[in-house]
């Protein structure tokens, strides 16, 4: 049992959460603003495979985020165009835009690196570990908190100042507003339709960071499908932390500890088809005792205010 809930496994907890976290927070970004946004994977989906192209083209860690943010904040465009602009229906235009992802980047992986399935090169460097000064020298929770890449603990920092703008802020009460009544959001003179995109926009910055650190941070490949479903855990969590950020952190954390644990069994001859089903039987369960918390109010909202 000690070498199971070892040090190193609440170490990689924390870094297979923050893609999860970082997507989620993005997915309640929408969900406040009425769009239920179902394209989390595919935003995740570019940003890794646009981190690891600006990392090869440029070789620096900061263009690769960049490159993860710029793509992903372009198809979190064609989202908002669709869903806002055309009154799309939302939940079709989030599918087809995980559709869109899978096959563009499958193509470019072929186009671009005259590989298949996966890229990898040896001397691409990911993201930088950091070392938190007097923290690491604590015992066992300093070799948890320390030592991660710099997108783990933005995830964390990002959680409280989503939280403090949504609750404490007038710009912040005015996203509320819009996504919970359009209609007396509009009689006020506010934007509704601004405030949606400006949320949309956020939610792609969220999910580029989550790709980056997919690709450059817990792992510096690329392959097809990385995402594994990510971007649908995170929507849960979005709906299980009604899209409350401090929520979200805590329903991602659990995910993001149920998949270090798929992984960790494998170490103890369980065979991996069956640990890598433990994130999603968790997240199945998770519905069924929360079915009703989450996706009816969501859903209601984003019906709403879509038209």
């Not at 994977?41 to 860690?61: K, R």
């Not at 929507?235 to 270090?260: C, D, H, K, R, Y």
Request: charged share 10%.
């Amino acid at each position: 049992m000690d070498q199971l809930f070892d040090v190193s496994l609440f170490a990689a907890a924390l870094r297979m959460v923050t893609p999860i976290l970082l997507a989620a927070l993005g997915g309640a970004i929408c969900a406040r603003v009425g769009l239920f946004n179902v394209g989390l994977e595919g935003l995740i989906l570019i940003g890794a495979f646009s981190a690891i192209l600006g990392n090869y083209l440029t070789g620096s860690i900061a263009v690769a985020i960049l490159f993860s943010i710029g793509f992903s904040l372009l198809f979190s465009l064609l989202f908002a165009y669709m869903s806002i602009n055309l009154q799309a229906n939302v939940i079709v235009v989030g599918i087809a835009l995980n559709f869109l992802a899978a096959g563009l980047t499958t193509f470019a992986l072929r186009a671009i690196f005259d590989v298949k399935g996966a890229y990898y090169d040896k001397d691409m460097k990911g993201l930088p570990k950091l070392d938190i000064p007097l923290i690491k020298d604590i015992p066992w929770l300093g070799d948890i908190l320390s030592g991660q890449s710099i997108l783990v603990y933005a995830a964390l920092i990002i959680v409280f100042v989503l939280q403090f703008y949504l609750y404490k802020t007038v710009s912040g009460f005015r996203l509320l507003a819009a996504g919970e009544n359009p209609v007396a959001a509009r009689s006020l003179g506010l934007h509704v339709k601004k405030i949606q995109y400006i949320a949309v926009l956020i939610c792609g910055v969220l999910c580029g960071l989550a790709g980056a650190q997919l690709s450059l941070g817990n792992v510096t490949m690329f392959t097809e499908g990385m995402t594994n479903g990510r971007g649908f855990i995170a929507l849960v969590a979005t709906m299980l932390g009604q899209s409350n950020p401090v929520g979200v952190a805590g329903a991602s954390i659990l995910f993001g500890f149920m998949e270090a644990l798929s992984y960790r069994l494998q170490n103890f001859s369980i065979p991996s088809n069956i640990t890598s089903m433990l994130p999603f039987v968790v997240t199945i369960i998770a519905m069924i005792f929360f079915k009703d918390s989450g996706y009816k109010n969501e859903a209601k909202k984003s019906s709403g205010s879509s038209r």
